[in-house]
């Protein structure tokens, strides 16, 4: 599957699936235990846009909005740390990679919008 997202991405745009992919090569900070589908939706959150913005995304991260309504929290994923946060509508998430740079985003799960912080 994973194969399949990146070459959608790199049909489209191969810099910003590169620079997307980057994140499924970091060292976790914490033991995790680890899904494909996690490593999918860090992968379209990492997405320049929206995270729906390549037909690939659209499974994983529909899937991950109906698993946050269902209070089943976020999937995780090996090589990457992972922070989540209940924030009041939805989560707060960190994404920090082996090099120490950490993104951030709200998700909202009631408009099921990302937003970078």
């Not at 049909?11 to 970091?26: E, K, R, Y």
Request: hydrophobic share 40%; glycine share 12%.
């Amino acid at each position: 599957m994973r194969g399949r997202l990146l070459e959608g991405f790199i049909g489209s745009s191969g810099a910003a699936a590169f620079a997307a992919a980057g994140l499924n090569s970091v060292a976790a900070l914490e033991p995790a235990n680890a899904s494909a589908w996690g490593c999918q939706v860090i992968l379209c959150l990492a997405t320049p846009g929206s995270p729906t913005k390549y037909a690939a995304c659209v499974p994983p991260i529909t899937k991950l909005w109906n698993a946050l309504a269902l209070g089943r929290g976020f999937p995780t994923c090996a090589g990457i740390g992972i922070k989540t946060k209940k924030a009041k509508h939805g989560y707060d998430l960190s994404v920090t990679r082996s090099d120490g740079v950490t993104s951030r985003y709200s998700l909202d799960t009631r408009y099921q919008t990302v937003t970078p912080q």
